[in-house]
């Protein structure tokens, strides 16, 4: 059941309203069976997968609370992050495995029969596996007490706005926020369709029409002029964020009408002046999980230089591998490892030079907040074309195809009118993409919209509302047709 | 309590604004419908006095003459008809009439296009897939048309909900959705503002002139009571029909079947008098469709499951109904003016009549009648040779067309002549010979092909000739 389609525009407002209906009791038991019925919508037999993860990391914890030795508490560790990763690995990893372990045993002479069985990568199971084990290692920490009532611990694993594709949240910050009944507030209720509302706007009107002429050029890129690579690599760019962030939104939204309050998963990340910058800012919850529970264990910066450029580039393939079972995605990790790395080293260097001469920093000028934008834009397309690749020889058909015809005229002819959308919507887009830079610099600025929007006259409130939902019936790609697009992290 | 009340207000306006909004830009872009103007317009200014409804499609509002037959038989009779019309939006008015007027009897259509399965393309699943006329999408516009018309009430909301399938559910409630491909189309924007003008400004009837292809005019009118009036003819060249059903192996389809089940038992229930019949059409077209008794057989038995009558008009005999002539149609599937003159009198001697004495006027089936009657070209029928629907739409000029000879007997022999080229000048047309004196009645063509097929037979010593344009 995708957020963007009829059946969820269905089963939510039921879901809400039933929620404030009952009895605050059973409110969490509703919550749970609506959890559990969306996540069956994909696929039911993959219930038990999410079923299995939080029977493990629910006994684990109980068992780990219980256990005082250092050893004993270990062991139990082990075990939970053992069995939960070798479902996500098998599932998610066993085909890409297997292909490379054959490739590399027949370098040796060894030749094996393909491995050829074909799994279904369960809906989300890279989003709960995490939230599952930040939970346990959580309380191995002593972080948090184990939850006892099973019944709350297995909706905070599948709470169904954000079960399929985050954010990842902390069991500090939802396992106590789902433990409560929420009482119907008008205000959450309305910040909360407003959010959805902007979340739609997204993902429909942005994402889903970037998609066109994204999926155009990629998938068929033998022979295009490299100007239509780089444009439709810039344009991945903007649909991969504000498919993402449409998806984070609607889901952000959808807590908070019943009460529910997410973290927020993306805040302005292409304003970043910086690699590191951007990943305070893009996909919060997936890059706070892997600092807290990969980078800061491997021993973060307090081992030296070197091991801390070698835990970046750990964490960040890692991070890659999580993505996808395929090379580009590690190499898409490679990149933002190496970047950082290098924007360390230059940071370092700078640091040393203004510190040696006695310079006073001063304050940075427009020019060259504006190049380091740039450079940081650049970087990050750069990565998100391996990433949109799929797969190391069509990264390189795509390198060489920008490499063998970069006749830049073709973006100026009108010709890019012909990947599928028109002149006509794509100045809608352009329209849509100034609504989203203008909302992401005022978050970027520390302005909280939503309480901003929310102090504004009524006329303006109610113009603004209905002109927005009025924007998305009108240029929104959904209905008849358009095929619904599936959020693009879905499948990770 | 106080603030979520207050809170609760400030909503009113959001709303009052988005159905503002939606008012305004289905005034940009949802061209009202003439004939459904003018029909409802017609049916609520009826003196709760309708006494026969005739209800159906098409072939209801140009083949039946209200006016006339109000003064053969003295009756107030109202066509609740539109082009398309499905069965369950006919359930539906039949409801709203019922409510609305005393009926003493209501006779429903049963035009075979209207209530058969037929082979559709699915572009979700990119197949063909089997589909009753009315979870057909090319027939939502139908019964949106309706909905949009009616005065609101409970029926016309009905007709709206059930008007489409679950992926179209937001065109089917917010009516400008349906024209969102339009939304840069300042010229058809232009249009609608040009016609945004009180109905009453715009009167209640409706002329729009056409070109037959010899460049004569004719023309089409609307005008009250559901009756559509028309000069247009076929012409010979245009006997070709496209095969859009197969009743060999489709019959009925179940949410038709249910539809017209309802709304014989709403009106048993009411005690209304129901009678079932089917207007007639050009025999090309019905030879089309495989076996057309087939379709005669499952109607049949589906009124005497009722207990009611069934006529089909196709199989009436000559002497009681001769329109079977392209003079009477303004296509192959509709009565023009005249002919629907001479249709109405003809229906009205039939219903009128007791089950007994009609029954002698009628051939039990359409192969006894083709039997019955002189050897006969009727025309063509054409459809791609791969059969594949898929491609039937999308202009690929790759895929042949089949063109099958629609005759009354078997095993009558053809001459088939290819005519290209401009065939009222001899020296800029070329002719040539497809066949000679042979029982194959299927010519295969590139589908983007043009000219001119002649077909010759002798038969029983007659000589017959027919020269159709593809």
Sequence with gaps: MLFNSLEFLIFFPVVAVIYYLIPDKIKYIWLLAASYYFYMQWNPVYVFLLLTSTVVTYTGALILERTVSTRGRKICLFLGLFINLSILGYFKYASFIMLYLGKALSVIGIHTAPFEKDILLPVGISFFTLQALGYLIDVYRKDIYAERNFLKYALFISFFPQLVAGPIERSKNLLKQLSEPHRFSFDNLREGMLIMLYGFFLKIVIADRVAVIVDAVYNESYGRPGFYIIFATILFSLQIYCDFYGYSTIAKGAALTIGVRLMDNFNAPYYSKSIKEFWRRWHISLSTWFRDYLYIPLGGNRKGRLRKYINIIIVFAVSGLWHGASVSFIVWGLLHGLYQVIEDVISSVKSFITARRKLSPGSELFSDRLAKLAVTLFLTAFAWLFFRAGSMSSARVLLEGIASDLNWTVLFNKSVYSLGVSEDYFHVLLISVALLAFIDRLKYRGINVTAAFFRQRWWFRALAEAGLLLFIILFGCYGSAYDVQQFIYFQF | ?470
Aim: aromatic share 12%; proline share 4%.
């Design chain 2, 1 to 470: 309590m106080k603030k979520n009340v207050r809170n609760l207000a400030q909503l009113i306006p959001v709303i009052l604004i988005f159905l503002a909004g939606c008012r305004l830009l289905d005034l940009l872009y949802v061209p009202e419908d003439e004939w459904h103007r003018i029909l409802f317009h017609s049916y609520y200014t009826q003196e709760r006095n309708i006494d026969q409804a005739f209800i159906g499609s098409s072939h209801i509002l140009c083949d039946v003459e209200p006016l006339l037959l109000d003064e053969i038989n003295g009756y107030n009779n109202f066509n609740m008809s539109s082009p398309q019309q499905r069965f369950d939006a006919s359930y539906y008015l039949l409801k709203e009439m019922a409510g609305d007027h005393k009926l003493k009897h209501v006779y429903l259509e049963c035009y075979y296009l209207c209530v058969t399965d037929h082979e559709i393309y699915d572009k979700n699943s990119d197949s063909v897939r089997v589909s009753d006329y009315i979870g057909d999408p090319d027939h939502f516009a139908s019964s949106w048309q309706i909905s949009y018309a009616m005065k609101p009430s409970l029926n016309s909301v009905a007709i709206q909900l059930h008007a489409s399938d679950r992926d179209h559910m937001i065109e089917n409630l917010i009516p400008f959705v349906r024209y969102r491909e339009k939304l840069f189309d300042w010229e058809h924007i232009s249009d609608n503002l040009s016609n945004f003008r009180p109905s009453s400004e715009r009167g209640y009837s409706f002329h729009i002139d056409y070109e037959e292809p010899d460049g004569s005019p004719w023309y089409q009118e609307y005008h009250i009571k559901g009756d559509n009036s028309s000069n247009g003819r076929v012409f010979d060249s245009e006997k070709i029909f496209p095969k859009d059903r197969d009743l060999t192996r489709f019959g009925i389809g179940a949410k038709s079947r249910s539809y017209l089940c309802k709304s014989i038992e709403f009106c048993q229930k009411n005690n209304i008098p129901v009678t079932l019949f089917v207007s007639p059409v050009l025999d090309f077209q019905l030879l089309s469709t495989g076996d057309y008794d087939r379709y005669v057989t499952e109607l049949k038995s589906l009124a005497d499951g009722y207990g009611i009558e069934c006529y089909d008009m196709n199989l009436i005999k000559r002497e009681y109904l001769d329109i079977k002539r392209g003079e009477y149609y303004m296509d192959p599937e509709h009565l023009n003016t005249a002919g629907a003159e001479v249709y109405t009198e003809a229906l009205w001697n039939v219903l009128s009549d007791s089950a007994d004495n009609n029954m002698s006027k009628f051939y039990t089936t359409y192969s006894e009648k083709l039997a019955a009657e002189e050897p006969e070209i009727y025309g063509l029928y054409r459809m791609p040779v791969s059969g594949d629907l898929t491609h039937r739409d999308d202009g690929n000029p790759e895929i042949d067309m089949q063109y099958t000879i629609a005759s009354n007997r078997d095993d009558m022999e053809y001459t088939v002549t290819n005519i290209v080229g401009d065939p009222a000048s001899p020296s800029g047309r070329t002719e040539y010979i497809i066949q000679e004196r042979n029982k194959n009645n299927t010519i295969v063509l590139p589908s983007d092909s043009h000219g001119t097929l002649r077909i010759e037979s002798e038969y029983e010593g007659a000589d017959l000739m027919l020269e159709v344009g593809y």
